[in-house]
């Protein structure tokens, strides 16, 4: 293609994205957005700017080189965007798909301002999966230190953690509880958004080319101590994510077909109950289903629900049946990606905005029978800069719904802080760290991810991996010793910080 | 992977195995289980942990065949592997010096009794055990129970062995007669309840270790979530031992039945499955021969 000027650049319209019919995808948990064939990624690659200044990057929690990787994609070179997109970025084909990058990387894009920024998150995917499908770009293992570290839990922070000490000669060792890795990206996010086998195929490759053992079945804080770990190990980095379900403070919270999100989600996705009964974790569906909450989380679980209630419908005959969203803020808070807000529109969930539940009612047997909602009007913006939700008195009404699932969020689970000293936390749960090396309150542990910050981003989880690990790195190199540890000027983060 | 070295058949339903599993062995404490997965298919279940040997790295589990994977792990042989063995999970049982201690095991839950009532018993407690089963075939452990009561009392619901009657009758009658500072009781959770129920006119503190249905069992999915004293508590992180007075039993009853009709569903699957698989293995055999 020849070079073309700016004002032809943005002619070119943003390309769009291929996907499975909404009506169609709502039978099965295939992926919904196909990804780009090769001539799509490099006209969308056209629309770059190759800003001298390049704003998108600001956007981005680990500082991909995103008009550099655009460059090689649009003259082809394939091995030059792996390579530029590698040195910032070793899970492209997963942050591709989930990053929020109307939020991040996107909204920082000059061309932003004017509707239509790069679709820098489908060219990242596009990458990813050419490098995922053909290893151009070996993750390569310095030599060998001689320094081990444990990572506790395996989600997006633990294993970038992992790869970039691996990558330095360090050797690693993860404890994961449960029996797959993954944290959230194998358990929460279904299957039809980030197919398992990409997470899988990740981790298996950074395990072969560096070396990394992860030990599954280890619940740290039961199985073995983090003092123990501190024994065994020269440093210890803690991603154990935000795992907890905060349940509501309704009555009927323990009725049958009452159920957390998390609990929804693993049986679906980490147990594949979709598959039941040729799997064998059981799951049910309500006719009519109420997720509470407008998040990713609340996003995942409703089109799981819409999925199995229309597969039941295939199998046994007999209509669907309804998902709701039950928000209480309204439309344009919605905290969920954008693009999965949408999906879920396209596939017929049905949402309840400014409406919030005060009851959830059950019938003779204990189930669910309905849930009482009370609608809401926003007043004075509260402490995260949103309008407050305040209801309306004598607004109740019942929706008439035979399952709840709560999706209002998650703290860190406590578990893995048994039986250990010295660890400093917040009155949220969270670990305090000094955000800018992510050391901890005890010498020789890290912590990085949801277990620091409450639940946030996979992105954002992979960046603390980073800081942490070369922070780590210079600790085994002997740069600073374990007195020097704790510095002055560490303050605890903030809340949601 | 973890291998099974050793398996019995306790009954036609009741199985025990050893467990290679050296990291569980080695911070095992009486009241903790392990949640295991047979193979890539299974789901996750939470068995308790009724004996350990640290220097072995071996546990002991044992099963009541009662849907498809216990009766999946039921055809496992030794030498065979399970694809998880996490823990051990749960609070370890507060073990003091009480004075007198009844513990009571009801069927398949005279198992885990048997590691908390050695414990005690270790800690000076006189043990006054009360074990019961259906049916005679189906009692267990009877010879190790008795290694760690001071007194044992066994019972089946149909006279077949021991005295005609369940376990709260003989409870009732102890409590009646004699001073008894705390009681144990682990079965299936109606026993359990009718336990609270007996020892609560005599105000005795008495513990119980609840059996909910559970996934991760590390305090993910709040799936194993029960009401104590009005309050949701998760009872893999929290429990599995409670104070039996504040377990709100209807609902924990009401929650183990959600799944009724998937769990039927999947032992039909299952049968059907095994069916079709033996009469392959025995088309492959006829083939053999043929050929052979
Ligand atoms: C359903 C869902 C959808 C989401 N969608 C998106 C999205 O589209 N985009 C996005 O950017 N973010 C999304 N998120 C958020 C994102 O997944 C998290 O912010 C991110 O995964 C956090 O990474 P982490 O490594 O800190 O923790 P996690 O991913 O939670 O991993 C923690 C790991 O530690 C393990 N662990 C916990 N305790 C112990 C212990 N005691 N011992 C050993 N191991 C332990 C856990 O089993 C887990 O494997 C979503 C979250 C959920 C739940
Ligand atoms: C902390 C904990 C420790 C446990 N320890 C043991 C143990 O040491 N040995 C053991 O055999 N079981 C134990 N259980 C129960 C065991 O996990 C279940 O029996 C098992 O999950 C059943 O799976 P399944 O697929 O075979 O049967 P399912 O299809 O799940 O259930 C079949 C039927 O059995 C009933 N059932 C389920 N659990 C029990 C139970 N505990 N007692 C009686 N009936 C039940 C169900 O309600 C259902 O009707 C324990 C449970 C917990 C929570
Ligand atoms: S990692 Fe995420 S935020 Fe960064 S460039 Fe890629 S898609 Fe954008
Ligand atoms: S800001 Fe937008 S146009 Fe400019 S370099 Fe980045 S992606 Fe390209
Ligand atoms: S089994 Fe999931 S929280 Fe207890």
Sequence with gaps: MAELTPKERMQIPRQEMPAQDPLERRYNFNEVALGFDFETARREAERCLQCKNPTCMDGCPVGVLIPQFIRHLREGDMAGAVVAMKERNSLPAICGRVCPQEVQCEATCVLAKRGAPVAIGRLERFVGDYELARRTCPLVRAAPTGMRVAVVGSGPAGLTCAVELGRRGHQVTIFESLHAAGGVLIYGIPEFRLPKWIVHAEIDYAMECLGIEIRTDHVVGRTITLDELLADYDAVFLGTGAGLPTLLNVPGVNLNGVMSANEFLTRVNLMKAYLFPEYDTPIKVGRKVAVIGAGNVAMDAARCALRLQHMRAEKEGGEPGQVYIVYRRSRQEVPARAEEFHHAEEEGVIFEFLTNPVEILGDEQKRVRGLRCVRMQLGEPDASGRRRPVPIPGSEFDLDVDMVIIAVGTTPNPVVFLNTYGLERTKEGTVVADMTTLRTTKPRVWAGGDVVTGAATVVSAMGAGKVAAADMHRFLCGEFSESEWWPAQVEAPTAGA | ?292
């Design chain 2, 1 to 292: 992977m973890y291998t099974i070295l050793k398996k019995r058949k306790l009954s036609d339903v009741t199985n025990e195995m050893v467990l290679d599993a050296p990291h569980v062995a080695r911070r095992a404490r009486s009241g903790q289980f392990v949640i295991v997965r047979i193979d890539e298919r299974s789901e996750r279940i939470p068995l308790t942990i009724a004996d350990y040997d640290r220097s072995a790295g071996t546990i002991t589990i044992l099963f009541q065949e009662v849907g498809k994977s216990t009766m999946q792990l039921g055809t496992l042989q030794e030498g065979d592997h399970l694809l998880t063995c996490a823990g051990p999970l749960g609070n370890p049982t507060r073990v003091d010096h009480y004075g007198t201690v009844v513990c009571v095991g009801g069927g398949v839950g005279v198992a885990p009794i048997f590691p908390i009532a050695r414990d005690l018993k270790e800690a000076g407690n006189t043990i006054i055990s009360i074990i019961g089963a259906r049916t005679r075939q189906l009692l267990i452990w009877e010879d190790r129970m008795r290694t760690v009561s001071d007194e044992l009392i066994v019972c089946t619901d149909d006279g077949s062995y021991g005295r005609k009657a369940l376990v709260t009758e003989p409870l009732k009658e102890v409590l009646e007669q004699r001073h008894v500072d705390r009681v144990w009781a682990v079965g299936p959770a109606i026993m359990m309840k009718f336990v609270a129920l007996t020892t609560k006119p005599h105000n005795i503190p008495t513990v119980v270790s609840l059996n909910p249905i559970m996934v991760d069992g590390t305090g993910m999915c709040g799936c194993c979530r029960v009401l104590i004293g009005g309050q949701v508590r998760f009872v893999c992180v929290e429990g599995p031992q409670f104070d039996a007075h504040e377990v709100d039993w209807e609902n924990l009853l009401m929650r183990m039945q959600y799944y009724k009709d998937e769990e039927r569903l999947a032992v039909e699957h299952w049968k059907e499955h095994r069916c079709r698989l033996e009469q392959a293995e025995q088309e492959a055999e006829k083939e053999r021969h043929r050929h052979g």
